[in-house]
């Protein structure tokens, strides 16, 4: 990066930070640190919900997405605008009632203790992890911008953010969030712009579309029975799993996941938590249905361009010092001669006169993307085979590549400190919430000890620097996960929320259940039934999306949760 780049980064994230301090004067106790004493109005709680959900990750990670495997991954939000109306009606009322801290107590007050225990674990357990995987996404750019090694880069960056979540709480979050989504949201526009400026002359933005489109990239709806056999299970994303398992999965991350339950809390009224869920509901869809166009406008881009033959140049140059190195050398003047001819036959197409000549150019164009797609798997599996110490896959860091290669002065800087904010405003606001419940599920309910509000925001402080540490230790072991960082944080969550949203789904729905253990061992049989089914979908030995965990989790918990209480019940009546 250039000095300009270095200054408009360095002076962004500053001003961020001095902004969120700002912002950030609250009481010293729970109420201030954990909800800003529930005083912000409907449009900071739509942005902190907003910018808790998109990290680094979804602007590193999701335009690699659409590159490699086209947009249907948007279909996964799908079912998030019906999530959000079912959220309002019944969630939002009961919490906002009962002046919870978190979601969990509820279940408490519903059930057992024990239950809430269980339920706050699992939540903890998944968000911890999510939210190391979320701390490693800044340091991949500091690691390929700096050259440095990506464990120091991850302790550089976590402990920036322990220091940046520690500093404020609740309020700044949200304040700072609202700043972030702004710079954000102008930074992916001028991406695109610029993506579509560099094409060739003549060649314009609905050019630049068909072509992604001629070559599977615009594949917005699929229905999951594309190879005439039948519904596919095992395919990720398509119209039904995305309708279902992604309305079971929003329910479940919006309704009882505290990061998110914690940003609506934070609201002056029921009316504002409202409010700020449902304009949620309408703008995300959009939002990142945005976000993987960029991704699809760039891969059109590197069919006038040539492409790297793999985008993450640091595991190309340790493959070059193996065994492989004189047939990366001969893959790699392959790549370098089929881009070539995609390039003379992408600008054929683009200006083709006659729909029979587009067609043509189309199908051959096809055919070489084809060739490359298949050299760039066959360096994979190189990787692979010679165990090459890192990340075989280089979908997080095809826009990260395009973006310093290719994008003038300033702008690099610009849109680098984009995915910086978007990381910092998520990760701070998933920390936060790891530490509320710790506090309040944990800490309040096990602790004989009695102690001020200011003891409790000390303490609050104390939990909030525990979990950044952790954190910071789980992105130490997140650099060989092989898939999109976006696939594998919806995966993990996958595995969790559907037992955590049937706990709640049988605490709001199922009033004649009232025996906490028969929900509390209904959880347990539940999680495990998850892990049974999830593995062997893992190892490709059945064929299940992890969109479809969801709704069996879900209703695995209200299932067995009935038939223990009847099991249980009938005990009691035994003489």
Known sequence: MSQLDWIILAA?????????????????????????????????????????????????????????????????????????????????????????????????????????????????????????????????????????????????????????????????????????????????????????????????????????????????????????????????????????????????????????????????????SRMGLLMNGLVKVQMQFAILLVGALVFTFYQFNNAPLFFNQAQLNKLENTSHKDSLSIAQKTYDDLSEQKKSTVALFAHAETKEEKNNKAAELSQLQQQSDSIRKKVKTWMQTEKIDGDTSDTNYIFLRFVVDNLPTGMVGLLIAIIFLASWGSIAAAINSLASSTMVDFHRRFSKKEVTGEEEYRMSKRYTLLWGIFCVIVAMYSYNLGNSLIETVNELGSIFYGPILGVFLVALFLKKITNGSAVFYATVLTQLLIFAIYIPAKMKLIGLGFLWLNPIGAFGVVIFALLLQSIMAKRKTLP
Not at 29 to 52: E, H, Q
Not at 96 to 116: C, H, I, M, P, Q
């Open 12 to 272: 962004t994230l500053i001003g961020i930070i001095a902004y969120g301090l700002y912002k950030s004067r609250t009481t010293h106790n729970l109420d201030g640190y954990i909800l800003a004493n529930r005083s912000l109005p409907w449009g900071l709680v739509l942005l902190s919900i907003m910018g808790t959900q998109a990290s680094a990750i979804t602007f590193l990670s999701a335009p690699g997405q659409a590159y490699t495997d086209g947009m249907r991954f948007v279909q996964y939000y799908f079912g998030l605008p019906i999530a959000m109306v079912v959220i309002c009606i019944f969630f939002v009322p009961i919490f906002s009632r009962l002046k919870v801290y978190t979601a969990y107590e509820f279940l408490e007050n519903r059930f057992d203790g024990k239950t809430r225990t269980l339920t706050s674990f699992l939540f903890l357990l998944q968000r911890g992890v999510s939210t190391g995987i979320s701390v490693f996404a800044p340091s991949i750019i500091l690691s390929s911008l700096l050259g440095w090694n990506i464990y120091w880069t991850n302790l550089f960056m976590g402990g920036l953010l322990i220091i940046y979540t520690l500093s404020g709480g609740a309020k700044a979050v949200a304040y700072t969030q609202q700043l972030q989504l702004i710079i954000i949201f102008a930074g992916m526009f001028l991406a695109a712009y610029m993506v579509v400026h560099m094409l060739p002359k003549g060649v314009g933005f609905i050019d630049s579309l068909q072509v992604s489109g001629k070559l599977g990239r615009l594949n917005v709806i699929t229905t999951g029975f594309e190879k005439g056999n039948g519904f596919d299970w095992g395919d990720k994303y398509n119209i039904w799993s995305g309708v279902i398992g992604g309305f079971f999965l929003a329910l479940s991350y919006f309704g009882t996941d505290q990061s998110q339950v914690g940003r609506y809390l934070t609201a002056k009224s029921l009316t504002e």
